[in-house]
């Protein structure tokens, strides 16, 4: 979808796919555990945990078998403390912005959050060129703010309907660390991950979800026995929560499956392109709504659409050819110098007096 298109294969495109397929289904997983009146009976904390959990088991057998089995990738399976280490700084962003969330919301309005929450596609793109070092075109540039501009424009389509856009300035504040965060985790995982491409990405998906367990779990234990302190009179809060049923469970698999996903994105193809994903999912959630659930689309939300798309293309597609362009002319440049110098050496040409 970003810089892969030329050499895009069948596989790509698969994980690109499935990973388009978790980010559009999330939002439904969600919804379908929640109650009558929007509560959920079980408890939220315990969904992190568990799917954290659900991660590691999963890459930790698979590093297992593929250490025993296969002698080259157990070659590659190779950590230093310094690795270790490492994959804390993006599991403790990632929970320090699942824990803001509920900070920010009690002072900005749902409608607001959401708003706020697509200005992380432009941070995603200063993240990428300043810690990443990747340089990106000015058609590029004005793709991603025209992208970042499409996501706002569809969230700004809801806000009437909850309550309009209500902030103040601690709200401000906390969502520019959410921001932040939200970009710099994906960025982030993308560079400790890409610093070693010839590990695996299950062993290297092992190290981190280690790190996100453990910071989920002192999470979800901290949650019971703070409340339960706190709140004497009131019932007691469970681990799990009466509610943790079937769909509970369900929902733990999906949102395991989705972080998998996301982490062969982030490797694969970086933050941006996790990005795009993302902002994806938002039109293929819209047709999901008009086809199960029978909602209209307006005509504001099609043209955030075709912004979207617009968006998408101008970065994938003409901003690629760009660069190919600025590169052959640099080649043809440095092609031309070459010739010159060659031909003053063997005397068949004067030297150039600029």
Not at 71 to 97: C, H, N
Not at 226 to 254: H, I, K, T, Y
Request: glycine share 8%.
């Amino acid at each position: 979808m970003a810089s892969t298109r030329a050499g895009m294969s069948r596989t790509d495109l698969g994980f690109l796919g499935l990973a388009l397929f978790m980010n559009t289904f999330t939002a439904p997983a969600v919804k379908i555990t929640q109650e009558a009146d929007g509560s959920y009976a079980y408890n939220k904390y315990s969904i992190y945990f568990v799917a954290e959990l659900v991660k590691l088991v999963v890459a930790g057998g698979w590093s297992a078998y593929m250490y025993t089995t296969n002698s080259e990738v157990r070659k590659l399976m190779v950590v230093t403390s310094r690795d270790v280490w490492q994959y804390a700084i993006p599991g403790f962003i990632f929970f320090i912005q699942n824990n803001l969330t509920f900070i920010a919301l009690q002072h900005i309005s749902n409608a607001g959050y959401q708003l706020l929450l697509n200005l992380r596609i432009a941070a995603v793109a200063v993240l990428t060129v300043t810690l990443l070092g990747k340089k990106l075109n000015k058609l590029k540039w004005f793709a991603i703010i025209l992208l970042t501009n499409g996501a706002m424009q569809y969230e700004l389509a809801g806000c009437s309907n909850d309550g309009g856009f209500k902030t103040n300035t601690e709200g401000l504040l906390v969502m520019a660390v959410i921001i932040t965060t939200a970009a710099g985790g994906n960025v982030v995982t993308q560079l400790v991950m890409q610093k070693s491409m010839d590990q695996p990405l299950m062993f290297q998906n092992m190290l981190l979800y280690s790190w996100g367990v453990i910071f989920n779990g002192v999470n979800w234990v901290h949650s019971v026995v703070n409340s339960n302190a706190v709140s004497a009179d009131q019932p007691r809060v469970e681990w799990f929560g009466d509610g943790f049923g079937q769909s509970a469970a369900l929902l733990c698999m999906f949102s395991a499956l989705y972080g998998l996903s996301i982490s062969v994105i982030l490797k694969r193809f970086g933050s941006i392109t996790r990005t795009f994903i993302s902002c994806m999912a938002i039109i293929s959630n819209a047709f999901l709504d008009m086809l199960f659930f029978k909602e209209e689309m307006t005509i504001l939300e099609v043209t955030t659409f075709a912004t979207i798309l617009g968006a998408i293309f101008l970065y994938s597609v003409v901003g690629e050819d760009y660069d190919k362009l600025a590169d052959g002319n640099k080649s043809s440049n440095e092609s031309s110098e070459l010739t010159e110098k060659i031909n003053v050496i063997l005397g068949e040409e004067e030297p150039r007096k600029d």
